[in-house]
């Protein structure tokens, strides 16, 4: 036997093929609910979804990954041993002479293990810390630490998931409220050649330009942003906005089907942009590692990093809100009266550095930082309990929470159908505005294309017409023709 527990020679048969028998069901399990879930999405012809779905399979064995090279290394990272003095700096709590370890996590595993012993770490044969130790030096990291953040890391990618799941869910439900008001667009029948010129507004009498025009000058520029602010906590969009936009998009984008489903492309839109959010981009995983060296007594870093997230969802919340703000501001200084309905004019210099998707990678900045605040206050809680130091005060616990739930909420409720709104309002639209099958069509022309295209009858037609053929290579076909070789690939 081993000094630090029973190892696999002195453990009955029985127990081990037990254990290993849960351990795989449990796994098969999971592995079946998501490959079901998965034939339901593609029964569906819901093709985002079905790649979000993946998405998450990618982070679940990503997690996988991490948990086989902490379990292959743990050992050995016990065995760095660096001096006392660098090990008592940049310390989370203030070192007490009886440290006490276990917690509510540990009672939960006990009870699953042989001889009551609530031995859990991940491969504990050894006392590294023996090692150091008669080196007159301690280890880099004990096993103990190494087992929690092991917790941590697996902990915090399944807050991530889950509540980029409840966003995305709550956030569809608010977008499907608006499907009224595209049942009574589309019986306005808009004719972009017809009847948007046969009757004559007064811009300044229009529902849109009444609610969003402030005036003219630097005061109304100051006002429009502090409209702008309130605005995105209540009626964020209302039914004079969408009617509007949604005419500047078609006008735009798709002058020649005014009865376009613009509802149902916002939605597959959103469904697109899902799998980018809920996955974890390298830049976050640096912000994990960037907050746990920072996050040493005295910093009350948990607390502050808490504004990260709650900052960041109100100027993008405001942004969104003031574009809404700008459409209307251009139409009313330009026009008393126009002919035909008012339309407005997407535009990208609307956004942050003329980049709409600038917007999706800030709220998954939020989503994650908000998600990772959650992680860390439960994963505390759990591990070490609600007295421990790394909890902090009450006054540090409370805003904390509060802010928490502030962000998630707003982001569903708010920020999300915004986004999914007024990201329509660029310059160029996005892939979704096809259906699946159009999209299928649309790729297999591009390959046909290129491959027709390499002799000289292509390059005499294109010097004969090549505005034509500057039109014709749409940048979108060739995009989604990309994509789609990726996928095949993949």
Known sequence: MAEGGTTLEYTPTWVVAVVCAVIVFISLAVERILHLFGKYLKKKNQKPLFEALQKIKEELMLLGFISLLLTVFQ?????????????????????????????????????????????????????????????????????????????????????????????????????????????????????????????????????????RFLGIGKNSE???????????????????????????????HCRGNPKFNFHNYMMRALEADFKKVVGISWYLWAFVVIFLLMNFVGWHTYFWIAFIPFILLLAVGTKLEHIITQLAQEVAERHIVVEGELVVQPSDDHFWFNRPRLILRLIHIILFQNS????????????????SCMMGQVRFIIPRLVIGVFVQFVCSYSTLPLYAFVTQMGSSYKKAIFEEHIREGLVGWARKAKKNNKGNAFKKSANDSSQFGAKEESPLVFEIAKVDEKESAV
């Open 372 to 387: 990772f605040e959650i992680a860390f206050f439960a994963w505390i809680w759990v591990q070490y309990g609600f007295n």
């Open 222 to 252: 100051l006002q429009g942003w502090v409209y702008s602010f309130f605005k995105q906590f209540y009626g964020s969009v209302t039914k004079s906005d969408y009617i509007t936009l949604r005419l500047g998009f078609i006008m735009t």
């Open 75 to 211: 050992d050995r990272i016990a065995k760095i041993c660096i001096s006392k003095d660098l090990a008592n700096q940049w310390l989370p709590c203030q070192e007490n002479k009886e440290l006490t370890t276990t917690a509510h996590f540990q009672t939960l595993f006990s009870s699953f293990l042989p001889n009551g012993s609530g031995r859990r770490l991940l491969a504990e044969a050894s006392d590294p810390a023996a090692y150091c130790t008669a080196k007159g030096k301690v280890p880099l990291l004990s096993t103990t630490a190494l087992h929690h953040l092991h917790i941590f890391i697996f902990v915090l990618a399944v807050v991530h998931v889950t509540f980029c799941a409840l966003t995305i869910l709550f956030g569809s439900t608010k977008i499907h409220q608006w499907k009224s008001w595209e049942d009574y667009a589309k019986d306005m029948e808009y004719d972009p050649e017809g009847v948007v010129k046969t009757k004559i507004t007064q811009v300044q009498e229009h529902d849109f330009i009444r609610n």
